[in-house]
């Protein structure tokens, strides 16, 4: 008889996970608290006013591109992680004496829906913000964040803020305090779902995009890729194009080559990043990302050298052939390894309203909040590597006490550690990992601040 009772109680708790989940999934803004995310720290909301957000979308209209490439002032925008951060925070405070004691604060003016639906009212914005919060948005700006989801969307006056950004092209060069977030990837709901949908990948390497504008994209990556890649065998490579009239195929057949390949390519359209990288995450094909300035989003926490490749752009333009032929070189059990790494790691690339799964937002909160540590620390040594791909830079660059210098030949290309490498350990030790750390130098300052414990560590990460 208690098995059939537990029976009973796994259903009705089902039944009100599913009831929670189809109240989500609305899209509403008042919603219950079970469906706004769980908070890493004390981050809270100023509104600057719904002239600037909720109401700016209610009266935009969807832009038309070409065929089948339309923008829409919904959560499915592309560029638009101001809505999805907005909706996953408590209700918006009104007076600035409320910010008091928050570690963190977002403004939601939705600058990548301006930019795009209502570029008149970004200025405005700006004002509202400024007048409002006074002193506090003057004097302590680091405080504050900001999104600019489209590269072109960072507006003047918001440069000392943290601002959450796809990369630091066009207007947002000039970000003092960048956090790299990815494009939004939010539908159709299999893209999205919990698990794929089965696929044999018959393709070897994909690639389908738009050819950027020669003014914007000077380095023709993308052009020199269709070009000499076309015919290769297993390579199915497509282009796309930007004028006026252009018709593009359906996004669902484009979605499905992605489903159907092992190999993405990742290249740099019009800036440094593409909405290209991310849908491939979320269609489990493995990236082969082309773009030397891209800063990938969550690098201190999710390891990216696990589940995609690299290639500089200079290797592109020059032999894309041999970029080909090097990933045929790559084991089979190393591919097998990689699909499994990225199936792993994509459900924090992942843009859905289940309160009961991972998303891309939580990813986008903790590095908020992670923001408020300061830079990364390893000890007295103030660390300045290539913390994007998880490896010292080639340069081997390295910011000691202030100064750049280099790192010896034999410590290039180590393994880095993060913060969440050594949960096991007191604060005071663990700053000591934070950022970019190699285990070269760890073995130089560990012991001054953590004694005893450094031989353990460096023996369980060895």
Same mark, same amino acid.
């Given at each position: 008889e208690a098995m059939p009772h537990q029976r009973r109680q796994d259903a009705r708790a089902a039944s009100e996970r599913s009831r929670t989940i189809a109240r989500c999934e609305l899209g509403e803004w008042d919603v219950p608290i079970e469906c706004k995310r769980k908070l890493p720290c004390d981050l809270r909301t100023f509104d600057p006013g719904a002239a600037f957000n909720r109401k700016a979308l209610a009266q935009a209209t969807s832009r038309r591109w070409a065929e089948n490439n339309v923008d829409s002032p919904d959560r499915h925008f592309q560029n638009g992680i101001e809505w999805w951060v907005h909706r996953a925070l408590p209700a918006a405070v009104s007076k600035p004496s409320d910010l008091d004691g928050a570690s963190r604060i977002f403004i939601p003016a939705y600058f990548s829906y301006l930019f795009i639906f209502a570029p008149h009212k970004s200025d405005a914005a700006v004002h509202s913000i400024r007048t409002s919060l006074g002193r506090q948005w003057t004097d302590t700006p680091s405080r504050f964040v900001t999104a600019a989801g489209h590269p072109g969307a960072c507006v003047r006056g918001t440069e000392s803020s943290k601002r959450l950004i796809v990369d630091t092209d066009m207007s947002c060069g000039g970000s003092k305090a960048p956090i790299a977030v990815p494009y939004v990837v939010s539908r159709p709901p299999w893209l999205v779902g919990t698990t794929l949908p089965p696929t044999n990948r018959s393709t070897f390497v994909f690639f389908r995009g738009h050819l950027p504008r020669a003014y914007i994209e000077t380095?023709?990556?993308?052009?020199?890729?269709?070009?000499?890649?076309?015919?290769?065998?297993?390579v199915l490579i497509e282009a796309a194009t930007s004028k006026p009239g252009a018709k593009y195929e359906?996004?669902?057949?484009?979605?499905?080559?992605?489903?159907?390949?092992?190999?993405? !390519?990742? %290249?740099?359209?019009?800036?440094?990043?593409?909405? #290209? @990288?991310? +849908?491939?995450?979320?269609?489990?094909?493995?990236?082969?990302?082309?773009?030397?300035?891209?800063?990938?989003?969550?690098?201190?926490?999710?390891?990216?050298?696990?589940f995609s490749i690299r290639v500089k752009e200079s290797e592109a333009l020059s032999d894309p052939i041999a970029m080909v032929n090097r990933l045929r070189a790559i084991p089979r059990q190393k591919v097998s390894q990689m699909s499994?790494?990225?199936?792993a790691a994509r459900p924090n690339f992942l843009w859905h309203l289940d309160p009961f799964r991972p998303n891309a937002v939580d990813q986008v909160l903790a590095d908020m909040c992670a923001a408020e !540590?300061? %830079?990364?620390?390893?000890?007295?040594?103030?660390? #300045? @590597?290539? +913390?994007?791909?998880g490896a010292v830079s080639e340069q081997g660059l390295v910011s000691r006490n202030g100064r750049a210098s280099e790192l010896a030949p034999q410590e290039v290309g180590r393994r880095l550690y993060t913060r969440g490498d050594f949960p096991q350990f007191s604060p005071d030790c663990v700053d000591v990992t934070l950022g970019c750390v190699d285990i070269g130098l760890v073995e130089k300052v560990w012991p001054v601040q953590c004694g005893e414990k450094s031989e353990n560590i460096l023996q369980n990460k060895a």
């Open positions: 380095k023709s990556v993308r052009r020199v890729l269709l070009k000499k890649l076309q015919g290769q065998p297993g359906p996004h669902s057949a484009y979605l499905q080559k992605l489903l159907g390949a092992t190999f993405c !390519l990742a %290249p740099r359209g019009d800036t440094a990043s593409s909405k #290209r @990288l991310y +849908e491939s995450i979320a269609a489990g094909c493995i990236p082969v990302i082309i773009s030397d300035s891209l800063v990938l989003p969550f690098a201190s926490r999710v390891r990216w050298d696990d499994a790494a990225l199936l !540590l300061g %830079p990364p620390r390893l000890g007295r040594h103030l660390c #300045r @590597l290539d +913390e994007v791909s």
